[in-house]
């Protein structure tokens, strides 16, 4: 029969191990940005760095070199056991933008990215990136979808099927829903309700009330819906990746109208101040 025996505990997330020729056992911890060393016969813990929140794996080589991964930072780093000290060996802006929204406040742009390990934003001007939440480190799930207005920053996370709600000013987290079903896109509406768009029900709902519990169907039968944004009082657009086709939906009383088809993997979408319609149109790699 085999046996199971704690080495060492009180880790908050030990995300990954791993050993080094002298039998010692290295661990990140990914909540707190630390790494540490295991004597595995006495369960002795020693710090040997802190870094940035956020690092997921570590490996060890022939020198007993140790490097380590952040998934945020889109990055690979050289820690020195000895010194604690960490060098970069290579390091991304960003680790995977999903998404986008921008916000104008009549000077200055910013652009909000579901960077899926983390919530950033970018200057308009300047092209300065900022993080403003972490995975692990914060209260953050996974963004894959992001809409934004002058108050709040929504985040959709198909992967937890959740929707956070985050102060723009400050970036501070508000809110977690959760018990969606695979939410691609949201957006805020004038009385503070929020439009989601579920993929898995293929369904618009409406979410109001405390947590979000208060939850009615505005549409449903949509084929494969992604993103949405405005149409105007009392309307969106949808894109439908499954039937290829923009659809716009009264908000009043579900009603769907085709304004246009035959397109290739519809994706993502906005209006122009023209009153086009602008599509990444995914499957034909441009945008119409």
């Not at 930072?73 to 056991?81: A, E, P, Q, S």
């Amino acid at each position: 029969k085999k046996t199971v025996t704690t080495v060492a505990s009180d880790f908050k997330i030990p995300a990954a191990v791993n050993f080094a020729s002298s039998g010692d056992l290295y661990v990140v911890d990914t909540a707190l940005g630390q790494v540490v060393r295991v004597d595995v016969n006495t369960g002795q813990k020693t710090l040997i760095a802190t870094v940035k929140p956020s690092i997921d794996n570590l490996a060890i080589d022939s020198r007993d070199r140790i490097f380590i991964t952040n998934m945020a930072d889109n990055g690979i780093y050289l820690i020195d056991k000895d010194t604690g000290q960490s060098r970069t060996i290579v390091e991304g802006k960003l680790s995977i933008p999903a998404d986008i929204a921008v916000f104008s406040d009549g000077k200055n742009e910013t652009l909000y990215v579901a960077d899926v390990f983390a919530y950033r934003s970018v200057d308009g001007t300047s092209g300065e990136v900022k993080t403003l939440l972490r995975m692990q480190a914060d209260q953050l799930e996974y963004p894959f979808g992001v809409s934004v207005n002058a108050k709040h920053v929504l985040l959709s996370s198909w992967f937890t099927n959740s929707v956070e709600v985050v102060d723009r000013a400050s970036g501070k987290p508000l809110e977690m829903m959760h018990d969606f079903k695979t939410p691609t896109d949201t957006l805020e509406q004038d009385d503070g309700s929020i439009l989601v768009l579920e993929m898995g029900s293929g369904s618009l709902i409406k979410v109001k009330g405390a947590a979000g519990k208060d939850r009615s169907t505005i549409a449903k039968d949509l084929n494969g819906p992604v993103a949405m944004t405005s149409a105007g009082p009392g309307a969106v657009y949808v894109s439908e990746i499954g039937s290829g086709s923009i659809v716009k939906i009264s908000l009043t009383n579900g009603a769907k109208t085709v304004v246009a088809s035959n397109l290739k993997g519809p994706e993502g979408l906005d209006v122009a101040p023209d009153g086009r319609i602008v599509v990444a149109e995914v499957g034909a790699r441009r945008v119409v």
